[in-house]
C-alpha cells in the first residue's frame, strides 16, 4: 500500500510564501520521478513542477523563478518552496510520484489559497 501524505498549504497574502511537503510512504519501489500539480476551480489540472531521480527539474510556465522543487531521495519526500505567492496560484495542489514501472500515485491535495 502506497500513501503520499502532503502538508503545508493555507491561506497566504500575495507576495508570501509557503512550502509544500509530500512523503511517499509504503512499498513505492523506486521512484523516477517526483511531482507537484494544481487544479483550480473550473480548470484543468497542470503541471506545477517536476524533478526526477537525478534531479532534473521542470516547471510550468506561470511558476518559473517563484517556486523551487527539491527532493530528499533517502526519505522519499519532495519539498515546494513558492515565492512571490500570486491569487492566480490559489488551487488544490496534488502531490504526484511514479516509479520505475511507470506506475503514478496522487496525495489526497492541499489547498493554497493566496488572498489578502
Known amino acids: 500500500q502506497v500513501q503520499l501524505v502532503e502538508s503545508g498549504g493555507g491561506l497566504v497574502q500575495p507576495g508570501g510564501s509557503l512550502r509544500l511537503s509530500c512523503a511517499a510512504l509504503g512499498s513505492i519501489l523506486s521512484i523516477r520521478a517526483m511531482g507537484w500539480y494544481r487544479q483550480a476551480p473550473g480548470m484543468q489540472r497542470e503541471l506545477v513542477a517536476l524533478?526526477?531521480?537525478?534531479?532534473?527539474?521542470n516547471y510550468g510556465e506561470s511558476v518559473k523563478g517563484r517556486f523551487t522543487i527539491s527532493r530528499d531521495n533517502a526519505k522519499n519526500t519532495v519539498y515546494l518552496q513558492m515565492n512571490s505567492l500570486k491569487p492566480e496560484d490559489t488551487a488544490v495542489y496534488y502531490c504526484n510520484v511514479v516509479n520505475f514501472r511507470s506506475t503514478q500515485y496522487w496525495g489526497q491535495g492541499t489547498q493554497v489559497t493566496v488572498s489578502s
Open positions: 524533478i526526477t531521480d537525478h534531479g532534473s527539474t
